[in-house]
């Protein structure tokens, strides 16, 4: 059994690039041509179809499971030790859950993201390449430098709570062990959430920016055609290249909506838990772990989830500026005195396509949304802060 699973429009020819068969049931990883570290990395957590990814795969899941209930144990502690900080606690549980629930999802998910990484073609640019695996490295180190991070400001700072949280509120006399636990549970902790969501905000990015690259190639193909040369034919060919890069952004559309939904609720959840961190725990004594905490959490939280809603738009950028190039090649025609040879094929290229991602319809990733998200959070941020200092 073949699926189809891969085209691009040509740079030299306005048909799409032949479809690759791949098989379903195939037992070898897909083999990705300069393939990208985070889509390496991906692969490393079981997103492929060989049985060895499968493996690999469960193997993570058990264990950023256990670290689940274990944080969630963590949690309930803090709740019991001091039951101020409830909210802040349930901000991120949910932040947390909604990682569990986004790697259940991206696994269900493994055969059509792996063939969604498949139709990436925009490596081919080195700079874009490296770009991506800077982006890549900086979240795969990300863990590394949290954990040193809180690991120097306890330290520094002399402030124990981030160990008793970390070991249950259950004090220790050993110094080597206390920095050892205190190091590796925030390094898993911190693997957990926000770093596996960062991986697959990188690639969603990846391949939607790649799509837009697919317009942006079709725009430059009728943007280099004479007026006198855009007859009936080739307006056909054109009208068929749209429509086949329509298809697959519907088919993205449908296998990312809902993991995209996931991992952007997560990151929103996360700003309210650092926006009631910053202002109720950061201004106290020994705060320089919270201070800390709370740095670096806001450029592995907020940056992805800026990202998620700045790269999509590419995408509808560019349908608009196809438009605008296919309605100038029309006046063009009509100002040269050339009678259109077929009405319903000029009809059909003249309607406006405009494709915007979404997360199940509910949010929609577009650039000038990032201003209401971030303030949205800082609002209901601020309003659970005013309850909790009511209280």
């Not at 060989?50 to 949690?75: G, H, W």
């Not at 450029?299 to 509808?316: G, R, S, T």
């Not at 077929?342 to 290229?349: D, F, G, V």
Request: charged share 15%; glycine share 4%.
């Amino acid at each position: 059994m073949y699926v189809r699973a891969s085209f691009r429009v040509s740079s030299t020819a306005p048909y799409p690039q032949s479809t690759v068969n791949i098989p379903i049931y195939s037992n070898i990883l897909l083999k990705l041509p300069r393939i990208m570290l985070a889509f390496q990395i991906l692969c490393w957590f079981g997103i492929g179809l060989c049985r060895k990814s499968r493996i690999i795969s469960f193997l993570f899941f058990a264990l950023l499971l256990l670290t689940y209930l274990d944080i969630l144990i963590m949690y309930v502690i803090v709740i019991k030790i001091n039951g101020c900080e409830i909210k802040w606690a349930l901000e991120r549980i949910i932040s947390v859950t909604s990682s569990i629930v986004l790697m259940h999802s991206v696994i269900r998910k493994r055969y059509e993201i792996t063939v969604a990484m498949k139709r990436v073609e925009f490596m081919d640019k080195t700079m874009s390449e490296k770009k991506a695996n800077i982006l890549a490295g900086f979240i795969l180190v990300s863990p590394f430098i949290y954990s040193l991070t809180v690991l120097m400001a306890s330290e520094v700072g002399g402030d124990e709570r981030g160990f008793l949280y970390l070991f249950y509120g259950i004090p220790m006399s050993n110094k080597m062990l206390k920095s050892f636990i205190l190091f590796c549970k925030s390094f898993i902790c911190y693997l957990l959430f926000p770093t596996y969501s960062n991986f697959f905000i990188l690639t969603f990015c990846v391949i939607f920016y790649d799509s837009s690259l697919s317009i942006r190639n079709l725009s430059q193909e009728v943007e280099r055609c004479p007026p006198q040369e855009f007859t009936t034919g080739i307006q056909l060919k054109y009208l068929t290249c749209r429509r086949k890069i329509l298809k697959m952004l519907d088919e993205l559309q449908a296998n990312f909506s809902l993991v995209c939904f996931i991992a952007c609720a997560g990151h929103f959840s996360h700003c309210f838990a650092l926006i009631t961190q910053i202002m109720l725990y950061s201004f106290r004594e020994n705060a320089f772990t919270s201070l800390a905490d709370s740095a670096i959490n806001l450029i592995n939280v907020v940056i992805p989830l800026i990202l998620m809603f700045w790269i999509p738009e590419q995408i509808p950028l560019e349908m608009e500026n196809l438009n605008k190039i296919i309605r100038c090649k029309y006046e063009m025609r009509a100002s040269y005195g050339i009678v259109s040879e077929n009405s319903t094929i000029e009809k059909l290229l003249l309607d406006e396509k405009i494709f915007v991602v979404s997360g199940c319809n509910l949010i929609f990733f577009r650039r000038r949304n990032i201003l209401s998200v971030l303030g949205s959070a800082l609002t209901y941020g601020l309003l659970l802060i005013g309850l909790e200092v009511r209280n």
